[in-house]
C-alpha cells in the first residue's frame, strides 16, 4: 500500500523585477520540509503550518498590491502622455534630416549633370534646363564656361513641409568639369 500526501498550492504575489518562475512556492517548500518523511505527521504539520502562515501574509499583499497597481497604471498612462508628444518631435526632427539630405544629394546630381552638359559644349539655357530638371524644386543656378573649366552651382532652399517652427534651410552643390577640346560655351 501507498500513502499519499497532497501538497498546498497557492498563488503569491510575484515581486516587481521577477518572474514567476524565480521563486518558490510554499508547496515546494513544504515538500522540501517534509521530505525526510513523506507521509508522516511531520511533513504533515510542516504543510499545515505552511499554509496556515502563508494565508494572512498571501491576502495582506495581494490587498495592498491591488492597490499599488491601480496608482502604477495611472503613472504609465501619464508618462505616456508626456511622452508621445516627445517620440512625434524627435520623430518629425527625423523626417526633416532626411529631407534635407535628399535635397543636397538632388543639388549634387543637378549640378554634376549641368557641369557635363556644359563641358560638352551645350548652351547655357540647354544646361540651365538640365539642370533645373533633376534639381529640387525653386532651385537656382548659376552656369560658368571658360576655354578649360565648365562650372555649376546649385542652390535650393528647403522648406518644412508642416508647421512653421523650422526654418527653410539652404543647400547647395558646386561641380567643374573639363571642357572637351573644340566645344564652344
Do not use: N, Y
Amino acid at each position: 500500500m501507498s500513502k499519499t500526501t497532497t501538497a498546498v498550492w497557492r498563488r503569491t504575489p510575484v515581486p516587481r523585477g521577477c518572474r514567476r518562475d524565480d521563486r518558490s512556492t510554499s508547496a515546494s517548500r513544504s515538500v522540501e520540509a517534509g521530505s525526510a518523511g513523506v507521509g508522516s505527521a511531520e511533513a504533515g504539520s510542516a504543510e499545515a503550518g505552511s499554509a496556515e502562515a502563508g494565508s494572512t501574509d498571501a491576502g495582506s499583499a495581494e490587498a495592498g498590491s491591488a492597490r499599488t497597481g491601480s496608482a502604477e497604471a495611472g503613472s504609465v498612462t501619464a508618462e505616456t502622455a508626456v511622452a508621445l508628444p516627445a517620440l512625434v518631435v524627435v520623430l518629425g526632427a527625423a523626417l526633416w534630416a532626411v529631407a534635407v539630405v535628399c535635397a543636397q544629394l538632388e543639388c549634387v546630381d543637378a549640378a554634376r549633370a549641368g557641369a557635363r552638359a556644359a563641358a560638352r559644349g551645350e548652351s547655357a539655357e540647354v544646361v540651365r534646363a538640365i539642370v533645373l530638371r533633376s534639381a529640387p524644386e525653386g532651385a537656382q543656378t548659376s552656369v560658368a564656361v571658360d576655354a578649360e573649366l565648365a562650372k555649376v552651382h546649385v542652390v535650393a532652399k528647403v522648406r518644412p513641409v508642416a508647421g512653421l517652427l523650422v526654418p527653410p534651410f539652404t543647400v547647395s552643390a558646386t561641380a567643374s568639369s573639363v571642357t572637351e577640346p573644340g566645344s564652344t560655351g
